[in-house]
Nanobody, 123 residues
Framework: EVQLQASGGGLVQGGGSLRLSCAASGSSFDDYTIGWFRQAPGKEREGVSC????????YYSDSVKGRFTISRNNAKRTVDLQMNSLKPEDTAVYYCAATNLRIGVRQGEYNYWGQGTLVTVSS
């Protein structure tokens, strides 16, 4: 079992950047693909990005591709999400989660969740 804690959210102007971090504790961090999801007010939670432990393979949703970068440090047991060129539509609560699947894009595919961190992008 793995425990996750997301941090790094805040208020930023449109066009700005933020870096989110997901810190893991517990066992077998290396066994899990880690994903980032977000949920905007009144909307369903959506997958943003994920990264595979073994080879660093990454996935990005079309809405963030080219602007967000996910990275992983297994020694530090962290997964970061660098968010650049932020837009007001990126405003949401961001969650990190862990799955045993190689690539997971839907929330139902993830077993463990951290608490969310709020990102607010002003126009």
């Amino acid at each position: 079992e793995v425990q996750l804690q997301a941090s790094g959210g805040g208020l930023v102007q449109g066009g700005g950047s933020l870096r989110l971090s997901c810190a893991a504790s517990g066992s077998s961090f290396d066994d899990y693909t880690i994903g980032w999801f977000r949920q905007a007010p009144g909307k369903e939670r959506e997958g943003v990005s994920c990264i595979v432990s073994s080879d660093g393979t990454t996935y990005y949703s079309d809405s963030v591709k080219g602007r967000f970068t996910i990275s992983r440090n297994n020694a530090k047991r962290t997964v970061d999400l660098q968010m650049n060129s932020l837009k007001p539509e990126d405003t949401a609560v961001y969650y990190c989660a862990a799955t045993n699947l190689r690539i997971g894009v839907r929330q139902g595919e993830y077993n463990y969740w951290g608490q969310g961190t709020l990102v607010t992008v002003s126009s």
